[in-house]
Each structure stands twice: as structure tokens, then as C-alpha cells.
Nanobody
Framework: QVQLVESGGGSVQAGGSLRLSCATS????????MGWFRQAPGQEREGVAL???????FYVDSVKFRFTIAHDNAANALTLQMNSLKPEDTAMYYC?????????????????WGQGTQVTVSS
């Protein structure tokens, strides 16, 4: 089993920044693919950023050049640095792990999920 716990959410004004962290524990494996997803009220959960075990990164178009996914090896955590935040970034953000070195945006490929952390961006 893998346990994921997100933190770092909050309320900011448009143009501000937040850094989300996802602490990992349990049967973690450096060859797992990790990702950040988000879900706004009344909308489906969507992928935001993926990081393959070889370091390859993917971003949804709406966050490219504003968000950065990274591993914090010292803290055994996955992070998401979010800059130039917009009101449309408001959502619950979830960390997820897939027991494979690569993954896609398909949520069914991620058996492990955190409880989520809320991000609210005001205009």
C-alpha cells in the first residue's frame, strides 16, 4: 500500500503563487509514475501534471509554463509549484501514484490517491 498526503493549499489572489506537497509513505517505489490532478465543483477531475520515473514531465496546456512538478527526494514528497495563479485554477488538488514507470492522463491507471488540498484563487 502507498499513502499520499497533500498539503500546501490555501487562498491567494490572482497572480500569486502556491507550492503543494504530497508526502509519500508505505510501499513506495522510485519507478512509480506520479501525478497531480484537480477537480472544480461540478466538473470532472482532470490531470494537471505527470512525472514519469525517468523524469519526463507532462502538463495540461492550461498550466504550461506556470506550474512545475518535481520530486523532493529529501522529503520523500512530490511537489507542484504553481505561479501566476488564475481564478480558473481554483479546485481541489489531488496527488496520485501509479505502480508503473509511465502513465497517462487516464485516472483509472492510478490506484493510489491522497485526500486532496483546496486551492482558491480570487480575482
Amino acid at each position: 500500500q502507498v499513502q499520499l498526503v497533500e498539503s500546501g493549499g490555501g487562498s491567494v489572489q490572482a497572480g500569486g503563487s502556491l507550492r503543494l506537497s504530497c508526502a509519500t509513505s508505505g510501499n513506495t517505489n522510485p519507478r512509480y509514475c506520479m501525478g497531480w490532478f484537480r477537480q472544480a465543483p461540478g466538473q470532472e477531475r482532470e490531470g494537471v501534471a505527470l512525472k514519469w520515473s525517468d523524469g519526463t514531465e507532462f502538463y495540461v496546456d492550461s498550466v504550461k509554463f506556470r506550474f512545475t512538478i518535481a520530486h523532493d527526494n529529501a522529503a520523500n514528497a512530490l511537489t507542484l509549484q504553481m505561479n501566476s495563479l488564475k481564478p480558473e485554477d481554483t479546485a481541489m488538488y489531488y496527488c496520485a501514484a501509479a505502480p508503473h514507470p509511465t502513465c497517462t492522463w487516464d485516472r483509472t491507471g492510478f490506484p493510489y490517491w491522497g485526500q486532496g488540498t483546496q486551492v482558491t484563487v480570487s480575482s
